[in-house]
């Protein structure tokens, strides 16, 4: 296996910013439309109460929670960081109140620059503007707003599509389709903003009116539709039950269950192996706090991910002739 082929997001960001570079992760106190009734009320059926934020302080100000990561062992690891709004839908605002949020960070972010060179003498540089949110809520006015930050940082939006399929789609709640995946990339690619598409393996289905999984096939055709668009990254998860969920439910109730850490190693493989050669890849698994994490419990054991990639991408005899789309 030549692992040359494949972009790892490490490698991407010192060849993009010269030198490692890590994200601080911000709640910027936003809702999403499958949460405040504008689509659902319940949201996706595998999301936190949090939106995906467990970790975050949401009850701090931005200003303080950019404070706690230059408090943290983490300003020491690099020099170079983006500011990454995480949790929930982080363009489903006005403008304005985006502008103000997005600018309480940047703000924050250089003060607390300026206040750490004079005491440690090392330089602190914001690099980039990472968003995470969904394709129904990229407009062309928010697109155009994104690129005004252009001119002084790399601006990146997160995507989710989570899966191609949209039966899948209806039952995990998604509350949007692929077509608005579609129209979000071709007003981002518009104006030139960088595009990380986020899939998820494992979802719950309906097939042949049965409850199940999503198999093979449905990964495939997920890595198929990525490859038709202009996306420049891509984030893929397993699919874990995290407490206070409706996934959770169907997990009690015997109606889900999680797939095998084998299962997921040979689907994530697929994917890393067949997706885009210029894709980059920026995250292989998900992470789930410990006290809230219902199953599968190898989820907790990253290192049994990366070591079980590392063997599955090594292996000559079950990769032989792979194509890499050019």
Same mark, same amino acid.
């Given at each position: 296996?030549?692992?040359?082929?494949?972009?790892?997001?490490?490698?991407?960001?010192?060849?993009?910013?010269?030198?490692?570079?890590?994200?601080?992760?911000?709640? *910027?106190?936003?809702?999403?439309?499958?949460?405040?009734?504008?689509?659902?009320? @319940?949201?996706?059926?595998?999301?936190?109460?949090?939106? &995906?934020?467990?970790?975050?302080?949401? &009850?701090?100000?931005?200003?303080?929670?950019?404070?706690?990561?230059?408090?943290?062992?983490?300003?020491?690891?690099?020099?170079?960081?983006?500011?990454?709004?995480?949790?929930?839908?982080?363009?489903?605002?006005?403008? #304005?109140?985006?502008?103000?949020?997005?600018?309480?960070?940047?703000?924050?972010?250089?003060?607390? &620059?300026?206040?750490?060179?004079?005491? +440690?003498?090392?330089? /602190?540089?914001?690099? *980039?503007?990472?968003?995470?949110?969904?394709?129904?809520?990229?407009?062309?006015?928010?697109?155009?707003?994104?690129?005004?930050?252009?001119?002084? $940082?790399?601006?990146?939006?997160? $995507?989710?599509?989570?899966?191609?399929? +949209?039966?899948?789609?209806?039952?995990?709640?998604?509350?949007?389709?692929?077509?608005?995946?579609?129209?979000?990339?071709?007003?981002?690619?518009?104006?030139? !903003?960088?595009?990380?598409?986020?899939?998820?393996?494992?979802?719950?289905?309906?097939? @042949?009116?049965? #409850?199940?999984?999503?198999?093979?096939?449905?990964?495939?055709?997920?890595?198929?539709?990525?490859?038709?668009?202009?996306?420049?990254?891509?984030?893929?998860?397993?699919?874990?039950?995290?407490?206070?969920? =409706? %996934?959770?439910?169907?997990?009690?109730?015997?109606?889900? &269950?999680?797939?095998? %850490?084998?299962?997921?190693?040979?689907?994530?493989?697929?994917?890393?192996?067949?997706?885009?050669?210029?894709?980059? !890849?920026?995250?292989?698994?998900?992470?789930?706090?410990?006290?809230?994490?219902?199953?599968?419990?190898? @989820?907790?054991?990253? /290192?049994?991910?990366?070591?079980?990639? =590392?063997?599955?991408?090594?292996?000559?005899?079950?990769?032989?002739?792979?194509?890499?789309?050019?």
């Amino acid at each position: 296996m030549n692992f040359d082929r494949i972009n790892y997001v490490n490698s991407y960001f010192i060849k993009l910013f010269g030198e490692r570079t890590l994200k601080i992760c911000i709640d *910027g106190g936003f809702t999403c439309p499958n949460r405040d009734g504008t689509k659902s009320c @319940n949201g996706c059926i595998f999301c936190s109460e949090k939106g &995906s934020g467990e970790h975050l302080k949401s &009850s701090l100000s931005i200003f303080d929670q950019v404070k706690n990561a230059f408090n943290s062992i983490k300003i020491t690891r690099a020099n170079k960081f983006i500011l990454y709004f995480q949790n929930y839908t982080n363009t489903y605002d006005s403008i #304005q109140n985006l502008n103000k949020k997005y600018d309480e960070a940047i703000s924050a972010f250089n003060t607390l &620059s300026e206040e750490y060179y004079l005491k +440690e003498n090392i330089k /602190k540089e914001l690099v *980039g503007l990472q968003i995470a949110t969904r394709p129904d809520c990229i407009t062309e006015d928010i697109a155009k707003f994104l690129s005004t930050y252009k001119s002084k $940082l790399h601006v990146f939006v997160e $995507l989710g599509l989570q899966t191609s399929n +949209e039966e899948t789609g209806k039952f995990i709640n998604r509350c949007y389709t692929n077509d608005d995946f579609s129209n979000a990339v071709l007003i981002l690619n518009k104006y030139n !903003i960088d595009i990380i598409a986020h899939i998820m393996i494992g979802l719950p289905t309906i097939k @042949n009116n049965l #409850q199940t999984i999503e198999d093979h096939n449905d990964t495939i055709n997920t890595v198929s539709f990525i490859n038709k668009h202009n996306i420049q990254g891509l984030k893929i998860h397993s699919t874990y039950i995290v407490k206070n969920t =409706y %996934l959770e439910k169907l997990f009690i109730e015997s109606l889900y &269950s999680p797939m095998s %850490l084998d299962y997921y190693l040979e689907e994530l493989s697929y994917v890393i192996t067949h997706v885009s050669k210029d894709i980059i !890849i920026h995250r292989i698994s998900g992470d789930a706090p410990k006290d809230l994490l219902v199953a599968p419990l190898w @989820n907790l054991h990253k /290192k049994w991910i990366l070591n079980g990639i =590392y063997k599955k991408l090594n292996d000559k005899d079950l990769y032989q002739g792979i194509y890499y789309k050019k």
